[in-house]
T-cell receptor, first 113, second 115 residues
């Protein structure tokens, strides 16, 4: 079974803090994704990566950066957290070809005070 | 323009009845994939069903089937014999290989199954 894990289920941070959200997958998938989910807006893509050290901006990259130093790990970084970044963050991974699904982690609910 | 449109923010269905969740998509590509995911209140995203654009048969997975109407660009999810555990958010998604590896998601439909 594919497993995607995220470092925290719940996180509370203060405005201005640097926040790291970690995602690890164990199926040797090439592609990894970070989404944020807000009520009424569905899932919006922040960044994705199709290989080690490669990254592509999604629909809402502002205020975020990412790092992919190893194939299995994809980190989302909030350089200076703001209250409007309070959200649910979902990590996902997939193969690069013959893609029939993405596999999601359990999500991190981030609250920025 | 929205790639994926789900026009039903909320739906109710009686237990044991069937329900259809609507999804329309927008693409000019010939090759694409369509997906449905379920998200219970716990937050995890559960993959339900996949339909490839070249698949001639509608996809089915147990009580889930995808009503694929290519000309209308619709990919509705049909859940038969609803159960209380089906109460959740449901998301439709699309992947276009020609635009990279992105998935495009709709805004979701909240389904409540009534006993």
């Amino acid at each position: 079974d594919v497993k995607v894990t995220q470092s925290s289920r719940y996180l509370v941070k203060r405005t201005g803090e640097k926040v790291f959200l970690e995602c690890v997958q164990d199926m040797d998938h090439e592609n990894m994704f970070w989404y944020r989910q807000d009520p009424g807006l569905g899932l919006r893509l922040i960044y994705f990566s199709y290989d080690v050290k490669m990254k592509e901006k999604g629909d809402i990259p502002e205020g975020y950066s990412v790092s992919r130093e190893k194939k299995e790990r994809f980190s989302l970084i909030l350089e200076s957290a703001s209250t409007n970044q309070t959200s649910m963050y979902l990590c996902a991974s997939s193969l690069s070809t013959a893609v029939k699904t993405q596999y999601f982690g359990p999500g991190t609910r981030l609250l920025v005070l | 323009a929205q790639k994926i449109t789900q026009t039903q923010p909320g739906m109710f269905v009686q237990e044991k009845e069937a329900v259809t969740l609507d999804c329309t998509y927008d693409t000019s590509d010939q090759s694409y994939g369509l997906f449905w995911y379920k998200q219970p209140s716990s937050g995890e995203m559960i993959f339900l069903i996949y339909q490839g654009s070249y698949d001639e048969q509608n996809a089915t997975e147990g009580r889930y089937s995808l009503n694929f109407q290519k000309a209308r660009k619709s990919a509705n999810l049909v859940i038969s014999a609803s159960q209380l555990g089906d109460s959740a958010m449901y998301f439709c998604a699309m992947r276009e290989p020609n635009t990279g590896n992105q998935f495009y998601f709709g805004t979701g439909t909240s389904l409540t199954v009534i006993p």
